[in-house]
């Protein structure tokens, strides 16, 4: 018994005497680090890309993937010019703010419309990457952009670049970074069709050896669908209903399907203001008059479509016939897109396997690759 105390003793001692050393070797750190300054590990240059959207912006960031996915809304406060809040948290303001705060988004119908907010957004989302390991100033940055921007709306884009203090920008159109980052080889002598289905605009593009051949864009995507929605709703049901809530409508029980099972309609309830008594007012909407809203917008979606087929050299008609069609974007996601395209053009259509995030994953390729279309990227 006693030996076994000794030897407690003893453990307790060797404990007593490993903690002090601790503590002076702490002290001897903490004194060394006062006098002698350790150099920072230089800080990296990175590679940037963004998919500015009408709805949404996602930005990516080499190393590090998708660092910002949110709606494309920011705030600032009026006298100070301050930024306060971006995306979502920006978002739920719009609507309902006073006259000290102004919520803006920065694009309309696919193009920038308020240059100061775009730069307040990039600058807000760049500023959350660790100014100690990122240098922004000497990053690659490449902004996507809808296929029909004029020259004027790309320099303005290189400028907002120039303005954030980076001078190595360029463009890329957004149906390139999206087939791209819906996996698709688009390096290979072998057309492609692909469809994006926006906020502001839908693109058209057909794509072989790396590039763009043939593409058409219009101002025809969701933003248009909830517009529709809206003014279906004030007609038909007298009820003056808001933006978001079109978009819950067409969320939630949008679709272009031709037949719909009675058994499995969907209903939804939404409220608004009553168009003649001006009183708040609750009505319940079908989803066989909203199909009936959006077929219209999705038809010219087929029209543009078949513009772009029709210009196409007929090879690659060919190879499209054999490829299929490829959809992306928040607009393909109604219910029935697909089965509507494919009805109507007589091709097979497929779904990106990631609508609301290829165009921000393609450009990690486009700026891997960036201009060199002999290389292939995809291997
Ligand atoms: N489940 C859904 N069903 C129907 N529409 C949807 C769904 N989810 C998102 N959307 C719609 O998709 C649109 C946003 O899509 P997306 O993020 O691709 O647009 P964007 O890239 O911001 O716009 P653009 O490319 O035109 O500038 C919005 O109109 C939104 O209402
Ligand atoms: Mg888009």
Request: proline share 4%.
């Amino acid at each position: 018994m006693a030996r076994k105390e000794k030897i407690v003793e003893q453990v307790q001692n060797v404990e007593e005497i490993v903690a002090e050393e601790a503590v002076v070797a702490q002290e001897f750190d903490e004194i060394v680090e006062d006098l002698v300054e350790v150099p920072k590990a230089p800080r990296e240059g990175i590679q940037i890309g963004i998919d500015l959207g009408t709805a949404n912006t996602l930005v990516y960031v080499s190393g590090r993937g998708i660092v910002f996915n949110e709606a494309s809304v920011v705030a600032y406060d009026l006298e100070s010019g301050e930024t306060f809040a971006v995306g979502n948290e920006a978002a739920r303001m719009l609507g309902r703010t006073h006259d000290k705060i102004q919520v803006s988004k920065p694009l309309h119908l696919g193009v920038i419309s308020d240059i100061k907010a775009a730069k307040a957004l990039i600058e807000w989302v760049l500023s959350g990457l660790d100014p100690d390991t990122y240098d922004v100033k000497e990053s690659t940055l490449l902004i996507c952009c809808p296929s029909e921007v004029t020259m004027v709306e790309r320099e303005s884009l290189i400028n907002l670049a120039h303005d954030l203090g980076i001078e190595d920008a360029f463009i890329e159109e957004e149906v390139k970074a999206g087939v791209i980052g819906s996996g698709i080889d688009i390096f290979t002598p072998q057309g492609n069709l692909f469809i994006d289905i926006g906020g502001g605009s839908t693109d058209v593009g057909v794509l072989s050896l790396g590039d763009i051949v043939v593409s058409e864009s219009i101002r025809v995507a969701g933003s248009r669908m909830d517009e529709l929605i809206q003014k279906h709703v004030q007609h038909e049901h007298g009820l003056l209903i808001g933006e978001k809530t079109a978009e819950k409508i067409k969320q939630e029980i949008g679709t272009v399907n031709e037949r719909l099972d009675p058994a499995d309609e969907k209903m939804i309830f939404v409220a608004g203001r009553d168009n003649t008594s001006g009183l708040p007012r609750e009505i319940e909407v079908s989803q066989e008059e909203i199909r009936d809203v959006l077929v219209e917008p999705f038809e010219e979606i087929v029209k543009v479509t078949m513009r772009v087929l029709e210009q196409t050299p007929p090879e690659l008609s060919a190879d499209i016939i054999e490829s299929g069609i490829y959809t992306c974007g928040g607009g393909s996601l109604v219910e029935g897109c697909q089965n509507f395209f494919a009805k109507r053009l007589g091709i097979q259509v497929q779904q990106s396997p990631s609508p609301l995030t290829a165009i921000a994953e393609g450009t990690k390729v486009l700026l891997k690759n960036r201009g060199n279309y002999l290389v292939k990227p995809m291997d």
